[in-house]
């Protein structure tokens, strides 16, 4: 029996009676809903039109509810593999505050409740993205892809990238290019963001039996690849520009950040202490910072009024 | 014994802590429904 499956038994044995609402809360992974409803409010307010604020709250409330839904349905399914992580250790679960059913329980509630409010308050095309943004976080990257493939964070980093398209679609009640960019920076930059993450807790991932990338291909792919998805989304990056739906504000945060991300990826690539990996856990908090900044200069863009370049490529 | 009794106070203390919190998600429904419902029906309220 593996370590993982052995503790996926003394996990559930807990009784879970003694929970508290802390750890109903904990399982909302609240730092990941945060950058979720933040990406969503950019989603937003780059929309075309005019939404009520009662029902602009209320989009984001429904996307935070439907994060922390994934959320707490990841966790109940890996509950095993956090048992077997010092990162994860900590959470609500493995801690034996709450079974894995209890948890399973409270995230269909919740991912039931975010999408039907969703579908009666706002509209039922956001609410059609909510649905399949957490059904594809649960059933596609957690329980399909984490645990077969190194790629898993790769492809599952789709569900992470599509809230800006679901706060789109909240004003409009459709799709169109820039959310969809908007998007494809986020799917771009999520494989280096959780490789350098993967960099520095190998050992983690290995007693966890998690397929990441450096467990399976070794740390100097990983390193490539981190240069190589940076590359691509510093790249992408300037896609608003060029379809102009950002400005000069933007156009400056981008390549300002943009070199930095870069720089420090190349650090990571030319790293020799890969047993601490300094470099690795500076470029995880730097890719955060990238990814917040750029997106908030495109939310400051549209709350100032900032004129966008002309574009110089038909959206 | 004592032992027992404090597992059964905590046990209630979390319990009563986890009813007001779903009463307060309960509440906050009734008033987003409430307060989207008067929204939708915009200049219509009267009618």
Redesign the interface.
């Known amino acids: 029996m593996t370590v993982a499956a052995e503790n996926r038994e003394s996990v559930v044995a807990v009784t879970g009676?003694?929970?508290?609402?802390s750890d109903?809360f904990a399982l909302l992974k609240p730092r990941v809903m945060s950058l979720v409803v933040f990406t969503a409010v950019v989603g937003l307010a780059l929309a075309p039109g005019h939404i009520?604020i009662?029902?602009a709250v209320?989009a984001l409330?429904c996307i935070a509810v439907g994060a922390g839904a994934s959320g707490a349905l990841n966790m109940a399914y890996d509950a095993d593999i956090d048992s077997c992580m010092s990162r994860t250790l900590g959470r609500p679960i493995p801690q034996g505050h709450l079974t894995a059913s209890t948890a399973t329980g409270f995230g269909v509630t919740m991912a039931i409740g975010a999408v039907t409010?969703m579908g009666l308050?706002v509209n039922p095309v956001s609410a059609a993205l909510l649905a399949f943004t957490i059904a594809f976080y649960v059933l596609v990257y957690t329980l399909w892809l984490k645990r077969r493939t190194p790629q898993n964070i790769v492809i599952g980093g789709l569900a992470g990238a599509l809230p800006p398209a679901i706060g789109w679609s909240a004003v409009t009640g459709s799709l169109a290019v820039p959310p969809l960019v908007l998007v494809a920076i986020i799917f771009l930059w999520t494989p280096a963001h959780f490789w350098a993450l993967s960099l520095y807790r190998t050992s983690d991932y290995v007693r966890a039996r998690i397929p990441m990338l450096p467990v399976v291909a070794g740390k100097t792919k990983t390193r490539r690849q981190i240069v190589i998805y940076t590359i691509l989304t510093v790249t992408a990056g300037f896609a608003p520009v060029l379809l102009g739906f950002a400005g000069p504000l933007y156009l400056a945060v981008n390549v300002a950040l943009g070199t930095w991300f870069l720089v420090q990826s190349l650090r990571v690539a030319r790293e020799c202490d890969s047993e601490r990996e300094p470099q690795a856990r500076r470029l995880f908090g730097i890719s955060i910072l990238y990814l917040f900044v750029v997106f908030a200069a495109v939310l400051a863009e549209q709350v100032s009024g900032i004129t966008p370049f002309q574009p110089l490529i038909a959206g | 014994m004592n032992d027992d009794n404090e597992r059964q106070r905590e046990f209630e203390r979390a319990r009563k802590m986890r009813n007001y919190a779903i009463a307060g998600v309960l509440l906050f429904l009734v008033a987003l429904f409430f307060v989207m419902t008067i929204v939708r029906l915009g200049g219509h309220v009267a009618d």
Not at chain 1, 17 to 21: D, I, L, Q
């Open positions: 009676e003694f929970a508290t609402v109903y009520p009662a029902t209320t409330l409010v308050l």
